[in-house]
């Protein structure tokens, strides 16, 4: 297959079904950017279906007919695999990478490591390679081994970049100026553009709480303190349920709702139980995006307890919906959430700290939370495809 008006295509390079699977950052940005692209985009990824592996298909996504290129077909799953996905991913590209670039499409559009890995030796391609977070992810892999790869990981990974026309780094100004000195040298501060995560403001925004609560039959005496993200360890899940439980001390008729799923749900669900708390912390699993809002704007308190984000896309939804916030000091907190106006930034996970400011955030003005709706405006997706293509030449 090659396509004949390549220059205007972009060929988005990203291991996901691109509907669902899997959960996280990667994804809703993926979404995004179908949503912003439409079929411009040419697709590589995984199928969860019936859609075949290795041959070009077209393949329709919500209403959008695509090219679409399946490098790898698995069951949809939140158990750790043997083999860590991003490393199957890199052999299942490889496989495949020589096949897929007969196309005649020299745009590429990237946001993981294992796919730059696999990209080595292309060198006529016009790479966007955007970094949702620029922690070293060996660092915070479930895999116990990972950690004797962090150094090496480094070093592949920034003479990776080096191929990049365009970097974009959704993290904060802090974050960045640490990923330079990681470099040594490897990787310009210039060469990094800030890049925030987008939200959808035609489906996060502001919406009546006895409305939400009664949609989703949810109490409308109870007090909600909502998460969203994927369930994981370096979210933080267990300072947050037990910071929960000191909460309920100060506030009996407290509920905590997760939105979302991964591979520590039924460790979540064993840690609930062993502490009886059952009846007072919910499971819900992942939703859709108009669910998600619903969820939100439910809830009296959204908290994040993360010892590690990019751009946090939960944060920037739970704002444009206009509800409190109450997070740990991960990169993009600080440069989101304004101490005493739309919520608190706690520096250390301290269970005492950050139950105080759950508190405090229920004394904030509506119209400070309003404001900040309006700021978080200048994050819609509506304005990605331009953003993008501020800073990329396609080729």
């Not at 205007?8 to 949503?35: S, V």
């Not at 990478?97 to 696999?118: C, D, G, R, W, Y």
């Not at 309003?370 to 331009?386: C, G, M, V, W």
Request: proline share 3%; glycine share 6%.
């Amino acid at each position: 297959m090659e396509i004949q008006d390549g220059k205007n295509k972009i060929l988005f390079i990203e291991i996901c079904n691109y509907i669902d699977y899997p959960i996280g950052g990667y994804m809703a940005f993926a979404k995004q950017m179908l949503t912003a692209f439409g079929n411009q985009l040419v697709l590589v990824g995984l199928s969860t279906d019936d859609t075949p592996v290795g041959v070009w298909v077209k393949k329709n996504i919500n209403g959008v007919e695509f090219d679409f290129f399946s490098v790898m077909k698995v069951k949809k799953k939140d158990v750790k695999p043997l083999i860590p996905g991003r490393l199957h991913a890199y052999f299942c590209l490889r496989k495949y990478l020589s096949k897929i670039l007969k196309i005649n499409v020299h745009n590429v559009f990237v946001q993981t490591p294992e796919v730059m890995f696999a990209l080595s030796g292309y060198k006529s391609l016009n790479i966007c390679n955007r970094i949702p977070g620029l922690e070293n992810p060996l660092k915070i892999s479930r895999y116990n081994y990972s950690k004797y790869f962090v150094k090496i990981f480094d070093i592949l990974f920034f003479n990776s970049l080096k191929r990049a026309s365009v970097i974009l780094a959704s993290a904060d100004e802090h974050a960045i100026n640490d990923f330079v000195i990681r470099s040594k040298g490897q990787i310009e501060l210039e060469k990094l553009i800030q890049f925030p995560t987008r939200v959808d403001t035609n489906v996060f925004y502001p919406r009546p709480l006895i409305e939400c609560r009664e949609i989703l039959k949810l109490p409308l005496d109870s007090f909600i303190v909502l998460t969203t993200g994927r369930l994981n360890s370096y979210k933080g899940w267990r300072f947050m349920i037990d910071s929960f439980r000191v909460l309920m001390q100060e506030i009996p008729n407290a509920l905590f709702v997760f939105v979302g799923d991964g591979e520590d749900r039924f460790k979540i669900q064993s840690y609930i139980e062993s502490h009886s708390l059952s009846n007072k912390i919910i499971l819900v699993g992942r939703k859709t995006h108009e669910e998600l809002a619903v969820f939100l704007n439910s809830s009296n308190v959204y908290i994040s307890g993360s010892y590690v984000e990019g751009w946090s896309t939960s944060l920037v939804e739970a704002i444009a919906c206009g509800i409190p916030v109450v997070c740990t000091n991960f990169s993009s907190a600080k440069e989101l959430v304004e101490n005493h106006k739309n919520g608190y930034v706690i520096d250390s996970h301290d269970v005492i700290a950050f139950v105080k400011a759950i508190l405090n955030s229920q004394k904030l003005s509506k119209n400070e939370l309003l404001n900040r709706t309006h700021y978080i405006n200048k994050y819609s997706t509506d304005n990605l495809k331009l953003s993008i293509l501020e800073y990329w030449k396609l080729v």
